[in-house]
């Protein structure tokens, strides 16, 4: 079945550090969505990528998508306590569905 | 404009239990989804609506959840009878299309004792 996993599973990280995390799905998506939950709430929508080879930046975040639009990523530059949560892809491969990937939990050390 | 919500916050039953939980998505948004959260794992797809019609069930674990969406407005997801390992948080999340953000309601904490 569909798969989307993301590296790392954890990351702790010193505040000021830079810090990726990968997406790879076992199938082609139309598009790929990030979202953030932080700690005790609920996902919330970062950004949306819809090309393939697609680059985009908010602030100190750059997100991109893969050119088999199979794998992205999402780096955030000079951490801040405030990026603290877990970080999450999705996306739909067919009309229906939509996975999210397995998240990555971001801890930043003040 | 309000967001979604959902009803109960919290919910405590013990095995074999009924519960229905509840949610009411961004007012024009066709697309409904319900999704459930273990143990701070992966968010596992559980099914989706598009209006009153479901679109895919397939993340549905088994026949004891069922999911309406009556009218195409709110939806209920009832899970009977509960088992231990449907403790999680259940999110719903609605949005205007499938190709577009989704937007996520704060989530039903489920515990079966």
């Known amino acids: 079945g569909q798969q989307v996993m993301q590296i790392p599973q954890y990351q702790h990280v010193q505040e000021g550090e830079d810090f990726t995390t990968y997406c790879n799905s076992s199938t082609t998506l139309s598009n790929i969505q990030w979202y953030k939950q932080r700690p005790g709430g609920h996902p919330v929508f970062l950004i949306q990528?819809?090309?393939?080879?697609e680059v985009k930046k908010q602030k100190r975040l750059t997100f991109q998508f893969g050119e088999a639009k199979k794998n992205s990523s999402l780096h955030i530059t000079a951490t801040q306590t405030t990026d603290v949560g877990t970080y999450f892809c999705a996306g739909p491969p067919s009309p229906g569905q939509f996975y999210f990937g397995t998240g990555t939990s971001l801890t930043v050390i003040p | 404009e309000a967001g979604v919500t959902q009803f109960p916050s919290h919910s405590v039953i013990e095995k074999g239990q009924t519960v229905t939980l509840r949610c009411d998505p961004i007012?024009?948004?066709?697309?409904l989804y319900w999704y459930r959260r273990v143990m701070g794992k992966e968010i596992k797809f559980l099914l989706h609506?598009?209006?009153?019609?479901?679109?895919?069930e397939s993340g549905m674990p088994n026949n004891r959840f069922l999911a309406e969406r009556t009218g195409g407005t709110y939806s209920t997801l009832k899970v009977q009878p509960a088992e231990l390992e449907d403790s999680g948080v259940y999110f719903c999340a609605s949005s205007q299309d499938r190709l577009h953000e989704q937007f996520f309601g704060p989530g039903t904490r489920l515990t079966v004792l």
């Open positions: 609506f598009v209006k009153e019609s479901k679109q895919d």
């Open positions: 990528l819809v090309k393939s080879g």
């Open positions: 007012s024009g948004h066709d697309n």
